[in-house]
């Protein structure tokens, strides 16, 4: 047996752990990250969806929920809460992610179906206005975090504790970026030719703006802004390289970053995996937290692993990518050994499994991560 099948056979009884029947406020059946969650979040609930329709295109009928669950609570003025359990809105998060539009879209391509979302064009609109009305840094034409819970990056020393609404964030305008064009790729599938030219317009004045801004030619590197103070907010975090996860770096300036920074051990690059953060931070941590924050200051996540699998493929470093995906695989693979299960996030430089044990989100990315890499 080899590893894609090993992990493959010992995910497919997780698989059914995600998965919840309609209640309450939820009116489609959704996706929950199994551990001790029992809500739909939202980054959570769309890579979970992502993963199920890549193994089984008929199962991409969970992510067409995860996004028609929050369409159905878009609020008059767009806000779209971001964590919603049976009982009603969860106020942990303030408005959702900006997944919703790539999480139709390939609800669409895997299902072969985008009747659905045409009553609901309007309504996936104004959620992603209201982002743009609330959050957007008119000096910078780039969009805040409300605060680091939103993010989803819980203590992300490059978010948390500064005032909310203040921090651009490299992470969250490259989410936007990929939410633009999705909306684009919408608008055209849907007929809508100026939507598809205002969706096209809005990507790539923010990945203007990504590059104009956030990016730091002497460092290789890109930062959040405090817009309090107008300075770089100047620490290594995962969210720094989310940018290279759309491409939105040129060719040669992406490989020299991955060189320095994501492949260079003595920053992001473990035995187990791709750094929350860089080695060389002083909030630099693997603790086993999960309260008041999940731990993103320093653990492997298999989420993060995923982005980073992406970039690399992204920059031509096949050989390297394989071997993250690896990694990822061997990880989980002795958590299960080890407990039974998996869990959120794993020690930088053991490998030992950390906070949320019986954890079943993300995670599942990996078996797409090992088949492609076995492409290559």
Known sequence: MNIRQEINRLLLAKKTLVKRKANGFLKHDYLVPNGPYEEQWDWDGHFIGVALGRDIPSEAIYLKNWVLNYLEHVQENGFTPGLIASAGIDKRLKHVKPFLAQGASLAIWYLKDYLWLKPYWAVLK?????????????????????????SGADNNPVVLGYKHNSVIACDLNTYLYSEFRAMAELAKILNKKQDFKYYTQEKNKIKKAILEHLWDKNDLFFYNINTESGEKIKKLSFSGFMPLYRKILPESLGKKFIKKHILNPNEFWSKYGIRSISKQEPEYNNKNIIKPHSNWQGPVWPLINYFGFKILLNYGFNKEAKELAEKTARLLINDFKLTGGMHENYHAETG????????VSWNLLVSGMLEKAESL
């Open 126 to 150: 104004k959620s992603l206005y209201f982002r743009m009305k609330v959050n957007i840094n008119k000096q910078y034409n780039l969009a805040c975090w409300y605060d680091s819970m939103e």
């Open 352 to 359: 030992k499994p950390l906070a949320a044990p019986n954890f």
